[in-house]
T-cell receptor, first 111, second 113 residues
Framework: GQQVMQIPQYQHVQEGEDFTTYCNSS?????IQWYKQRPGGHPVFLIQ?????EVKKQKRLTFQFGEAKKNSSLHITATQTTDVGTYFC???????????FGKGTSLLVTP | DAGVIQSPRHEVTEMGQEVTLRCKPI?????LFWYRQTMMRGLELLIY????????DSGMPEDRFSAKMPNASFSTLKIQPSEPRDSAVYFC???????????FGPGTRLTVL
């Protein structure tokens, strides 16, 4: 099935460094959802973006939706060890078909 | 609400055996999704239901996999016969109409020897 592509697949940072993951699609997205999965856990919903150019913040996390609604980013400022996990984006295209989550971005934060 | 409930949490079986995974979605949710997660392929959508009706099963790997939703509060994913390459974590998720937020269950870790 269709898929939003995420980059990078893996990221290893030192605690305190910033981190960004990107989701890209060849088709226009109606919205985008971000999820976090801790090691051994299940995906947990973080946020949904709907509007073109939308920016939302959750403490140290900043989420952006591109103007063309074909890409999105998640930025973490000053990472902490609690940020460790895999971050997934998920969306439906304007045609309404469900897209796969894909492989996500696995973040490792070392103290 | 207890959230999405899956059983069993862990399943170890031998190749060729039938495996049945179970899911109870959040009450009132209209959509139910089955996913498979592996290191190699990430989180893959297998099938999803709307109001108990299968909508898209294009992600089901092959005829050995089948899924049913006999009522709004129960779904099963069956693998018969199971193979070692089916080893993965299988997640069930649900959401309500008008919302794209999916609530995931804890998953079933399947190991086929």
């Amino acid at each position: 099935g269709q898929q939003v592509m995420q980059i990078p697949q893996y990221q290893h940072v030192q605690e305190g460094e910033d981190f960004t993951t990107y989701c890209n699609s060849s088709t226009t997205l109606s919205n985008i959802q971000w999820y976090k999965q801790r090691p051994g856990g299940h995906p947990v919903f973080l946020i949904q973006l709907v509007k073109s150019g939308e920016v939302k913040k959750q403490k140290r996390l900043t989420f952006q939706f591109g103007e063309a609604k074909k890409n999105s980013s998640l930025h973490i400022t000053a990472t902490q060890t609690t940020d460790v996990g895999t971050y997934f984006c998920d969306s439906n295209s304007n045609s309404g078909y469900a897209l796969n989550f894909g492989k996500g971005t696995s973040l490792l934060v070392t103290p | 609400d207890a959230g999405v409930i899956q059983s069993p949490r862990h399943e170890v079986t031998e190749m060729g055996q039938e495996v049945t995974l179970r899911c109870k979605p959040i009450s009132g949710h209209d959509y139910l999704f089955w996913y498979r997660q592996t290191m190699m392929r990430g989180l893959e959508l297998l099938i999803y239901f709307n109001n108990n009706v299968p909508i898209d099963d294009s992600g089901m790997p092959e005829d050995r996999f089948s899924a049913k939703m006999p009522n709004a509060s129960f779904s099963t994913l069956k693998i018969q016969p199971s193979e070692p390459r089916d080893s993965a974590v299988y997640f069930c998720a649900s959401n309500s109409i008008g919302s794209d937020t999916q609530y995931f269950g804890p998953g079933t870790r399947l190991t086929v020897l």
